[in-house]
């Protein structure tokens, strides 16, 4: 959940004020960003019903 919104807030930035291409990189953090929201999404549908599980770590006994 936390990877879902950091990327949501880089490509936010990317997309408003520091452009695609960041410091001649040829877009390749936005690539980075977007593939790592994705793959948050993912996570996110594929255990929604069960969300709290992707931050806590249980101890077995």
């Known amino acids: 959940m936390g990877a879902f919104g950091l990327m949501s807030g880089a490509i936010f930035f990317h997309l408003?004020?520091?452009g695609i291409v960041v410091m001649d990189d040829g877009?390749?953090?936005f690539i980075y960003a977007c593939l790592v929201l994705l793959s948050?999404?993912?996570l996110l549908i594929r255990n929604k019903e069960?969300?709290?599980s992707l931050i806590?770590?249980?101890k077995s006994k």
Request: glycine share 6%.
């Open 16 to 18: 408003t004020s520091l």
């Open 27 to 29: 877009g390749q953090l």
């Open 40 to 42: 948050a999404l993912y």
């Open 50 to 52: 069960k969300p709290l």
């Open 56 to 58: 806590f770590i249980r």
